[in-house]
């Protein structure tokens, strides 16, 4: 269990044509590392104190975690290896501020994945997700998941994306998010899903190995 109260303290920042800018600090009891988190809205309120002291927004409109710098999406399995882990978490965490870096990372993880795990000719993605596709080794839905990255990203009006996939380049909406969702059933399918199966697979030779049986083949 993680431990944490939320106990924040806040400090007045700035105030503009969006409203009234704050940041919240929160301490973790457990790791002792500052929680810092831009909350902005309306309605200040303030301890009467002389001066009086500003306490808090009572209308908060938006918050964004400021420190530590994390993702709303799930972690990247421990199966997945580190090449691949990396590049999908970073495109995770860059994803609210930037979309294209998020769609870049999101393009070179899963270009790599059907090179050197799927097995694919090197070409271009385009040209690489047809042939993981006519391998028929997918599974039916993975297969329209990964055909449709083509379509969301608008390929044809946008080649760079194929032919260059770790560029920074204009991305469609929902793109990025429709990447790291397909790799997310890739690594599932790639390395989560066998590593169980050969968990099973090792129990059951254990227990047959302790009944005087011969192994699974």
Known sequence: MVEYHDNAENFLITSDVDGIWVIAKRICPSCRKANLTLQNGAQPTYTQTNPPRFNALHQVNSETLVKPKGSNRPPCPPEVPKKFAGDYSEGCVVLPDSPKASAALGRRCLQNLLREIAGVKPGNLADEIQQVINSGKLP???????????????????????????????????????????????????????????????ALNQKLAEAAKPPMK
């Open 140 to 202: 039916s839905d993975l297969g329209e998941s990964i055909d449709a990255i083509r379509n969301v990203g608008n390929f044809a009006a946008h080649p760079m994306k194929s032919q260059h996939s770790g560029e920074v380049l204009d991305v469609e909406a929902g793109e990025a998010e429709w990447i790291l969702d397909v790799l997310e059933a890739l690594f599932d399918f790639y390395f989560v899903r066998p590593a169980k199966l050969q968990q099973r697979r090792a």
